[in-house]
């Protein structure tokens, strides 16, 4: 009975990290992209690439529309000419 028992936690202990480690909030840093910018200020909610500051762990962790230390890859010089309803997009982050 023990081993069934040792197998069955054990089991369920790799399905729990299985989910953690796919769980958009757990996602790591994206890799950088030749051709890229890194635009800060553009992305929506839950779509940016990285960096969302204090308390997120990096992608898809923005939580607000155009949040200003959030960024999201976009073609190489295009950054600056991107308009939201916030303003620009910028190659370094916005304060607030």
Known sequence: MNTK???AALASSFAAALAIAASPAMAGPV???PGKDKCYGISLAGKNDCAA???TTCAGTSK???QGNAWKY???GTCVTMK???GMG???P???
Do not use: E, H, M, R
């Open 5 to 7: 028992f040792s197998a």
């Open 31 to 33: 890799a950088a992209q």
């Open 53 to 55: 500051g204090p308390g």
């Open 64 to 66: 607000v529309d155009y």
């Open 74 to 76: 976009v073609d190489k």
């Open 84 to 86: 939201t309803p916030k």
């Open 90 to 92: 910028s190659l370094t």
């Open 94 to 96: 916005i304060k607030s």
